[in-house]
């Protein structure tokens, strides 16, 4: 099967738990995605890719036909990780930013995890409000204004992390 992990809206899947009761299949859902964020992790980054293939045999694998990178998709892998309560594992993912970070420079858009490539172009405002979310680190957000991104998908992200940081109590950014 061909997933992508950014799919399991983590906070979501527990509401729905907690709303259609034990019997419902919410928990093994939110339990899967989680596995699977903590296993389906590639490259020198530890990262998860945008398409993951579950081999029939459970293995994990980058998906075929499909480019091994984290991206713009699993961008919201951390955020929704986070956003979970699952905060050491949204902060593992998240780490492959903090070098760009404490260098005080945006990181890049995506890394494919093949090849070790990175994008030309940094990450945008969007994707450093999931940085500073998982991570746990306000400061970060000092490099939202360098991202000259103000896309829908930018723009969209930078709320999802607000919300997040607002429910999760205001204890995150």
């Known amino acids: 099967v061909v997933t992508n992990p950014s799919y399991f809206v983590l906070p979501a899947l527990k509401d729905f738990a907690a709303e259609d ?13 989680v596995k699977l964020a903590r296993e389906g992790r590639f490259g020198a980054q530890n990262l998860p890719p945008d398409w993951l293939l579950v081999r029939d045999d459970g293995g994990l694998a ?3 036909e499909k480019p091994p990178l984290f991206g713009f998709d699993a961008i919201r892998v951390p955020l929704y990780l986070a956003w979970g309560g699952e905060d050491s594992l949204a902060r593992e993912t998240a780490d492959y930013w903090r070098g760009n970070i404490q260098a005080q420079k ?3 858009a995506w ?4 090849d070790g490539h990175e994008a030309d172009f940094p990450l945008s405002a969007g994707g450093v409000a999931i940085a500073a979310l998982a991570l746990n680190d306000p400061s970060i957000q000092a490099l939202r204004g360098a991202s000259q991104d103000r896309t829908y998908y930018s723009s969209a ?3 999802l992390a607000e919300m997040a940081g607002r429910e999760r109590g205001g204890k995150r950014p």
């Not at 299949?25 to 939110?30: E, S």
């Not at 890394?111 to 093949?114: F, P």
């Open 21 to 33: 009761g034990p019997a419902a299949p919410w928990r093994i859902l939110a339990s899967d995605g």
């Open 157 to 159: 992200l930078v709320l």
């Open 111 to 114: 890394v494919n995890m093949s």
């Open 106 to 108: 945006p990181p890049p």
């Open 62 to 64: 980058f998906a075929p």
